[in-house]
């Protein structure tokens, strides 16, 4: 079963303004939640985490991300988009209860001077 | 600083051929990871190893076999590859089970 999920393949935004990635999440107990991204031919970098403690985590490049319980999400954004930010973004879980790493499908970002 | 290092960077086999893909780190981490990459489809996990001598099944195990040879060490074997089997294939690996995982420049595979 997906344990995660990023409901658009793609999104579209003109630099300087803000940029959003969601991703729902449904696993069982307390999740761990990341997010990566993916420039065109290379490995993933880890941007940002959610492990405990406080619902918005900031990460690396401006993003931030909010973790809501309530909505199982974890969405990741970003105040004013920048075209070097156009790449592929992927969401990941962690179990609390095992060591499974599981990612969404991606989401493929795309900002316009 | 190395990190994950993973080889070959590219192979092309033709169909029923057998390859392994070599993967290494030089963190001292306990888990490792082989996922593959489609297109459209994310990042798959193929297996995972918690850590040194275990091994388990991930999301999409058929057609692949892993060994866990050390620390250091995980590498996937493909023993008879098949054209589905074309993918982009990643390692990753982590340290305990709150942090981030590293992933290698990946294995571009093609079979035909």
Known sequence: ?113 | NAGVTQTPKFQVLKTGQSMTLQCAQDMNHNSMYWYRQDPGMGLRLIYYSASEGTTDKGEVPNGYNVSRLNKREFSLRLESAAPSQTSVYFCASREVLRTEAFFGQGTRLTVV
């Open chain 1, 1 to 113: 079963a997906q344990s995660v999920a990023q409901p658009e393949d793609q999104v579209n935004v003109a630099e300087g303004n803000p940029l959003t990635v969601k991703c729902t999440y449904s696993v069982s107990g307390n999740p761990y939640l990341f997010w990566y991204v993916q420039y065109p031919n290379r490995g993933l970098q880890f941007l940002l985490k959610y492990i405990t403690g406080d619902n918005l985590v900031k990460g690396s490049y401006g993003f931030e991300a909010e973790f809501n319980k309530s909505q199982t999400s974890f969405h990741l954004k970003k105040p004013s988009a920048l075209v070097s930010d156009s790449a592929l973004y992927f969401c990941a879980v962690l179990r609390s209860n095992d060591y499974k790493l599981s990612f969404g499908a991606g989401t493929t970002v795309t900002v316009r001077a």
